[in-house]
């Protein structure tokens, strides 16, 4: 009887241990189709612009952190050729093929989410070109349905990440690179 009675608090324990995993689960929000744009454009030059739509990020409600992985070879220009320059001269993708961001939404509270639009800051790390730089932006977030949308925008400097723009194109490269971003995060 002893050992019956072991083995169901053992049963017991894996249970409540597996309800509080699943719990943890569905405090997670994930986006494996986010966009990422940047822009360095000049005026009276041709477009700097570049967009991947195959960003992955991931939120924990739980803790407000908050993550992002883009691959470098996923960012398209219009012009092939200023696309393989980008991956072959400036950011060196073979090298350094991702980049990536680790950061905390300050003061967030995911149940105080609704429709309607609300601005929240967050603060983190992005890693560029072997690179860390500390970036803080602000965030309009809503929530529809189960789905966390989060747009936002900040600036970074291609010297941010030891990026060298040579001096025959630097007038056509904007020095501070706007970024934009556009998740859609699902509860996993």
Do not use: C, W
């Amino acid at each position: 009887m002893k050992n019956v009675n072991i083995r169901l608090s053992l049963l017991i324990l894996v249970l409540i241990n597996g309800a509080i995993a699943s719990l943890r689960a569905q405090e997670k929000y994930i986006d494996k189709n986010g966009i990422v744009i940047f822009e360095a454009s000049e005026q009276l030059f041709e477009e700097v612009k570049a967009a991947n739509e195959s960003v992955t990020a991931i939120l924990s409600t739980e803790t407000n952190q908050i993550a992002s992985l883009a691959l470098i070879k996923g960012f398209h220009f219009k012009n092939s050729l200023m696309e393989e320059h980008f991956n072959e001269n400036y950011i060196e993708s073979e090298t350094y093929p991702k980049a990536k961001f680790k950061g905390n939404l300050i003061d967030f509270n995911v149940a105080e989410l609704d429709e309607n639009i609300t601005e929240v800051s967050v603060e983190g790390t992005l890693e560029v070109h072997g690179r860390q730089k500390g970036v803080h932006a602000k965030l309009k977030t809503q929530k529809i349905r189960d789905i966390i949308s989060m747009t936002g925008e900040f600036k970074v400097t291609p010297g941010d990440f030891d990026i060298e723009i040579p001096k025959i194109v630097r007038n056509k490269i904007a020095k501070e690179v706007l970024v934009k971003l556009d998740f859609k995060l699902a509860k996993k």
